[in-house]
């Protein structure tokens, strides 16, 4: 039986003016395995991102979520039960009005499924806060325990894919391993793929089964 891949990036390019940001990007991602990608600061590690994310649309290439293409403009939510993303900085990502009850029922309402407290409630348990933060405000949070609830977000829709963006790097070096050992659980008991990017090799090793290194435009197997 063949595996069944939970992205598919096939010669995905993308220019800047006259810069060549990617250039004939591949790979394949099974599902439950991760992968990490490595590259300078401006190799285009966020762009590439941004296109798996359907934020940017590449010049050239197909992107393949689920087996599903990716068609440009077509709304985000078409595939938000498939792929989310927890970005670095876990204060900026959250809205700073809402209750954590609100930010986490967000993704729910817009995708239209019933819910109500319980769902809310055991999602915030898999990240480790209890029913007591329901009705707290971002603010009110340790920068772990806002990145917690980042996660919890991401996972409320039971996606697939998980894209992270430097997940840990905001963080205070005591709480890292804590959402890092997180993240890894997660990984296992939900059967999830991440796309990580990180400029920490350490980080990369612990979350993901391979690692590519971006440089001028090109993947290159890390190992
Ligand atoms: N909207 C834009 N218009 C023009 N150039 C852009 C735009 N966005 C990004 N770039 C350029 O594209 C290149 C890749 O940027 P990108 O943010 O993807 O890099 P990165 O690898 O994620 O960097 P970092 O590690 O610093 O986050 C950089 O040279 C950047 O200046």
Known sequence: MTSHNVLSIENVSLRYGDKTILQDINFALPQGKSLGISGESGSGKSTLLKIVMGLLTPDS?????????????????AFSQ???MVFQDPFGALHPRHTIRKILAEPLVINDIK????????????????????????????GGQRQRVSIARALILKPKLVVLDEPTSALDVSV????????????????????????????????????????????????
């Open 61 to 77: 290439g197909t992107i393949e979520i689920d087996g599903t293409a990716r068609k440009p403009g077509q709304k985000l939510s």
């Open 82 to 84: 498939r792929v989310q």
């Open 115 to 142: 819910h109500d407290d319980a769902d809310i409630i055991s999602t915030l348990q898999e990240v480790g806060l209890n029913h007591s933060f329901l009705h707290r405000y971002p603010h009110q949070l340790s």
């Open 176 to 223: 890292q391993a804590e959402i890092l050992n997180l993240l890894k659980d997660i990984k296992q008991s939900h059967h999830i793929s991440y796309l990580l990017v990180s400029h920490n090799p350490a980080v990369i090793e612990f979350l993901c089964d391979e690692e590519m290194h971006l440089n001028k435009g090109h993947f290159s197997r890390v190992n």
